[in-house]
Each structure stands twice: as C-alpha cells, then as structure tokens.
T-cell receptor, first 115, second 110 residues
Framework: DTEVTQTPKHLVMGMTNKKSLKCEQH?????MYWYKQKAKKPPELMFV???????INESVPSRFSPECPNSSLLNLHLHALQPEDSALYLC??????????????FGQGTRLTVV | GIQVEQSPPDLILQEGANSTLRCNFS?????LQWFHQNPWGQLINLFY???GTKQNGRLSATTVATERYSLLYISSSQTTDSGVYFC????????????FGDGTTLTVKP
C-alpha cells in the first residue's frame, strides 16, 4: 500500500471560518509534509514533521497551524485565511526506518478556495 | 538553498515520438525523484533515483550525481503521458527538505 489519503478533496471557506485538512498514511513512514501549490507553479514546502515533531516550518503565516497527533496522521488547521491562500494543498510522507529510503508519496490534494 | 532547473519548460509531441526531459541541480543530493502531475493534481511517482539508471516500461531515468543532473526519457509517447513532469531534489546540506523544479509541461497530440 503506497497510499496517502487526504480529506476533503475540495473545500470552500470564508475568511472568518475555521477548518481542518486531514492526511493519513499507513506505510510506516516517519516523516510527513504539507505543501502548497498555486496554479502553474511547483509545490512549495510548508511544514515537515519528523517522528511526530515539527522539524521544518518554512516561515508560514500563523493562520496555518499544523498538527501531527500520531505517526499516521497529519492535520492542517486553517483560521482567518485570505483569498490569496486559495491553492492546492498536498500532503506527503516518506522515510521508512531501516531501509534508508526517503522516497516520498503524495496524496491527491485538497483544492481550497477562500471566499 | 539548492537551485533546481528543468528544461524544456514546454514540449509538444506527436503520439509515438520520443523525448528527453532534463533536471539540473546546484548542490549534492541524497534524494531525487521524478513525478508526473495529472490534470486532477495528483503527483504520481515515476522514479526515485538519487543516482544510476532505472527503467519502467516506456520510461527510464538516469541521474549523474557527480555532474548534478538527471534525465527522464519517454519513448513512444501516448496522449495519456500529457501533463506536468516535476523533478524534486533533497540536498545533503538540507536533509528532509525537498525542492521542486518549475516542471516541464508535456502535450502529446494524437
């Protein structure tokens, strides 16, 4: 199983709403990632969790709040977003201990529209 | 941070043609992957290839780490090969942080 599952697939939210994006993997990976992708651009790294601890925060605004409750789950909590935050949000996982592999697998993404 | 440059930015082919996509990077890497992004946004793994050569059907890839480039070969292209191809690298200096190139948009015409 090389699947990373993201929910929801689509989300429309107002600027005063609070919502969460969810990501799940069962490959035993110990690193999980959030990326943001705007149209016709490459994915940009937002956050990295390693062994459930936040290891990289790419200077993301505090209106994005990541959470890693356990080794299989990753959440991204959204609050007071701006229209320019509308994008495709991608979750990925990688790093299988004992194998040396850092091959990353991506979910299908959540297409977020902020109105 | 590491710089990743993909070429060409756009490529239009007739079905059945062959193509080569290139990824240059500016620093030593411990991870390099090629992805195909389909029209729905899904990033599909093609190759995990920090060095060496791999083949999978009509696709193959070669990474020459000492010269800091990777090539993706697509043979006998099909319309379903259309989409954006990304190279993503992780430098040794910044382990755990992947950087994507700007991608190559491939259009295969019937």
């Amino acid at each position: 199983d090389t699947e990373v599952t993201q929910t929801p697939k689509h989300l429309v939210m107002g600027m005063t709403n609070k919502k969460s994006l969810k990501c799940e993997q069962h490959m035993g990976h110990r690193a999980m990632y959030w990326y943001k992708q705007k149209a016709k651009k490459p994915p940009e790294l937002m956050f990295v969790y390693s062994y459930e601890k936040l290891s990289i925060n790419e200077s993301v605004p505090s209106r994005f709040s990541p959470e890693c409750p356990n080794s299989s789950l990753l959440n991204l909590h959204l609050h007071a977003l701006q229209p320019e935050d509308s994008a495709l949000y991608l979750c990925a996982s990688s790093y299988l201990p004992g194998t040396g592999s850092t091959e990353a697998f991506f979910g299908q993404g959540t297409r977020l529209t902020v109105v | 941070g590491i710089q990743v440059e993909q070429s060409p930015p756009d490529l239009i082919l007739q079905e059945g043609a062959n193509s080569t996509l290139r990824c240059n990077f500016s620093d030593s890497v411990n991870n390099l992957q090629w992805f195909h992004q389909n029209p729905w946004g899904q990033l599909i793994n093609l190759f995990y290839i920090p060095s060496g050569t791999k083949q999978n059907g009509r696709l193959s890839a070669t990474t020459v780490a000492t010269e800091r480039y990777s090539l993706l070969y697509i043979s006998s292209s099909q319309t379903t090969d259309s989409g954006v191809y990304f190279c993503a690298v992780e430098s040794i200096a910044n382990a755990g942080k992947s950087t994507f190139g700007d991608g190559t948009t491939l259009t295969v015409k019937p």
